[in-house]
């Protein structure tokens, strides 16, 4: 019995072990994604902030649970380009476009899909609305 509580706890630990190893791959390769994604020295800390507090963790469950080969991550990652370049070439002085106002549409939709509170995303997008009229 004792030879079979071994073997088992051993296989409880390599599991996990393998779990981990997943979990930080996943949080390691959406960290290069979104450095890749903000490399402009054009892009604003408040949006640097959203991704890291909003984007991050989402995208990385994203990553789990679909895959990198999956069109939803992938979707997920063209969404956050998307609006990294329209704060690349935002002109603050000028009210927000139909292009902004859709892809923050599109991120609210993303962010309450993935279970982000109302308030949460709320709070979210009023970073990236700030980095949106921060003079470049």
Known sequence: KGQIDRFFQQQRQQAEEGRKAVINEAKRKVTRELERISLSPNVPDSAVKFLDTAWRPMATRQLLQYGAADNHWKGTLTLMEQIMEELENREPEEPPSPEWKELMRRA?????????????????????????????
């Open 108 to 136: 609210a939709r993303t962010m309450m899909e993935e279970g982000m509170s109302q308030d949460d995303v709320t709070e979210a997008l009023s970073g990236l609305e700030a980095a949106r009229i921060t003079p470049a």
